[in-house]
Nanobody, 115 residues
Framework: QVQLVESGGGLVQPGGSLRLSCAAP????????MAWYRQAPGKERELVAT???????DYADSVKGRFTISRDNAKFTMYLQMNSLKTDDTAVYYC?????????WGMGTQVTVSS
């Protein structure tokens, strides 16, 4: 059973930084395209950033220049470095892995940006 486990969420002031991690032990991690999604209260889940198995990245316009997605295949881990956080970034952040017909989700980690 594949498990994706997010960590690193928490409470941070506007302008602050957090780094999220998504661990995927026992998973053919390097072959999967990975992504971060988020869901704010009362809103639909939205795509934040993607990283392909080859390392190509893409970002939602709302986070470009502030967030950086990366992966360490040797550690079976994906990261999301979030800088210059805004109150609008408050959400539950989810890790996603996808390859062919297979898709997996983590349980999410809460990020709250508030003064």
């Amino acid at each position: 059973q594949v498990q994706l486990v997010e960590s690193g969420g928490g409470l941070v002031q506007p302008g602050g930084s957090l780094r999220l991690s998504c661990a995927a032990p026992g998973f053919t991690f390097s072959a999967y395209n990975m992504a971060w999604y988020r869901q704010a209260p009362g809103k639909e889940r939205e795509l934040v950033a993607t990283i392909t198995s080859g390392g190509g990245t893409d970002y939602a316009d709302s986070v470009k220049g502030r967030f950086t997605i990366s992966r360490d295949n040797a550690k079976f881990t994906m990261y999301l470095q979030m800088n210059s956080l805004k109150t609008d970034d408050t959400a539950v952040y989810y890790c996603n892995g996808r390859r062919l017909r297979f898709e997996y989700w983590g349980m999410g980690t809460q990020v709250t940006v508030s003064s």
